[in-house]
């Protein structure tokens, strides 16, 4: 990632709060997206943080945030994904994959994933479920094809893609009428690279995002 810290997810107890702050009180385990360098103490608007919750420990809420708030936002908020649709998840067996795996379940959604190697896609069905027939390789020319014999002739309703260069443009064309493309991996906007304008006589939208610069923006979407 091009973010210029060290780190940028934190987890830990509130030891001071500003005098508008009513969200949270000293004391609470919080997490949240809070970019800055390793260290004992860091400081974070409120609206970026969240209490813990009991069954999670510091550790484990500290990889969240990241993962969470980019699959919330790709899947829910982008792609306004529902029970019943398709959804295609690359590098799935990622922190971001996994995360976004989760809210495809609990959104009722139909799970396609890609992974790089035999025993991740194997990870994918004995912790997640999801059938063998339904994860490809990722850098597989072939696995489009047996991508698109799984989905039939119109395709995936929501790709949340991490591919650059080709193989975004061939997952590009994978879109379902009315599909909903979302780019995390970023590469080909930062390059101003070029897109498939064909594609978009499908009624198919396609979106980009930086998490790092959304939160900047739009705190209050992230605190959402």
């Known amino acids: 990632m091009d973010w210029n810290y060290l780190s940028t997810e934190a987890a830990g107890t509130v030891c001071k709060v500003g005098s508008t702050v009513s969200s949270l009180k000293v004391g609470d385990r919080v997490f949240g997206l809070i970019p800055g360098n390793m260290g004992n103490f860091t400081r974070s608007e409120a609206a970026l943080v969240q209490r813990i919750p009991d069954s999670a420990t510091l550790l484990e809420a500290a990889s969240m945030p990241l993962a969470y708030l980019t699959a919330l936002y790709a899947l829910r908020d982008l792609g306004r994904l529902s029970q019943g649709e398709s959804v295609l998840i690359q590098s799935a067996a990622g922190s971001l994959g996994m995360a976004a795996i989760r809210i495809a379940q609990h959104l009722g959604a139909n799970i396609y994933a890609t992974a790089g ?78 897109l498939g304008l064909d594609v978009f006589k499908r009624n198919a939208t396609f979106s980009s995002f930086d998490m790092g610069l959304l939160h900047r923006q739009k705190p209050s979407l992230v605190a959402k």
């Open 117 to 194: 190697t035999e025993e991740k896609r194997r990870m994918l069905t004995d912790s997640f479920g999801i059938p063998q027939t339904q994860i490809f390789p990722s850098r597989d020319p072939q696995g489009i094809a047996d991508l698109m014999k799984e989905t039939g002739p119109d395709g995936v309703d929501v790709i949340l893609s991490s591919a650059r260069g080709d193989a975004m443009e061939e997952i590009w064309r994978c879109i379902a009428p009315g599909g909903r493309f979302i780019d995390v991996g970023r590469t080909d906007v930062l390059e101003a690279g070029n």
